[in-house]
Antibody, heavy 121, light 111 residues
């Protein structure tokens, strides 16, 4: 059974960079069969896809966040990471990592439990 | 403002059926049979309930079904149960540039 677990600071100051890591267990991130995504959810609001990475390091980002987002992968640790720069209060949200099969429009079939990141001074 | 439009709330009594709509455009829902639906209980991660418009993952009750007509996808839950009370989100493939769009979510209340 694949499990995903987010980790990282729960509090980030405005203008700084938010950094999170997703550790995958029960399966290899290098299997080549999946995309690995970040999705966020502000309190009381809907889901927003941030971006994804493939095991090769190839990435795709939400156009609305593309200028501030970097997603990377560390296959040796079975982890992938998110960096979001120049954060503001609007970036306060629960951040989820999720897996999707590597095909066009593949659904998010496994999710992490989510981690709350608050942007505040 | 979310890319896909869902009603903010729907409600139904135990045993009844409800339908949640998800309206997009010809650039997403209307062009691809790649709509998925997620159930989210308070404080929990979303759970995949329907993919590719009408397919159910293993383990998901057959009380959940999906369909699509034009730019609007729908999730139907039959035989409502108390445990179905949750937020539901639709999601669609939106082409090679945007890739993924979500709906704003619908709160289902079981009366």
């Amino acid at each position: 059974q694949v499990q995903l677990q987010e980790s990282g600071p729960g509090l980030v100051k405005p203008s700084q960079t938010l950094s999170l890591t997703c550790t995958v267990s029960g399966g290899s991130i290098s299997s080549g069969s999946y995309y690995w995504s970040w999705i966020r959810q502000p309190a009381g609001k809907g889901l927003e896809w941030i971006g994804r990475i493939y095991t090769s390091g190839s990435t795709n980002y939400n156009p609305s966040l593309k200028s501030r987002v970097t997603i990377s992968v560390d296959t040796s640790k079975n982890q992938f990471s998110l960096k979001l720069s120049s954060v503001t209060a609007a970036d306060t949200a629960v951040y989820y990592c999720a897996r999707a099969p590597r095909r066009v429009g593949g659904p998010f079939d496994y999710w992490g439990q989510g981690t709350l990141v608050t942007v505040s001074s | 403002q979310s890319a896909l439009t869902q009603p903010a709330s729907v409600s139904g009594s135990p045993g009844q059926s409800i339908t949640i709509s998800c309206t997009g455009t010809s650039s997403d829902v209307g062009s691809y049979n790649l709509v998925s639906w997620y159930q989210q209980h308070p404080g929990k991660a979303p759970k995949l309930m329907i993919y590719e418009v009408s397919k159910r993952p293993s383990g998901v009750s057959n009380r959940f079904s999906g369909s699509k007509s034009g730019n609007t996808a729908s999730l139907t839950i039959s035989g409502l149960q108390a445990e179905d009370e949750a937020d539901y989100y639709c999601c669609s493939y939106a082409g090679s540039s945007t890739l993924v769009v979500f709906g704003g979510g619908t709160k289902l209340t079981v009366l």
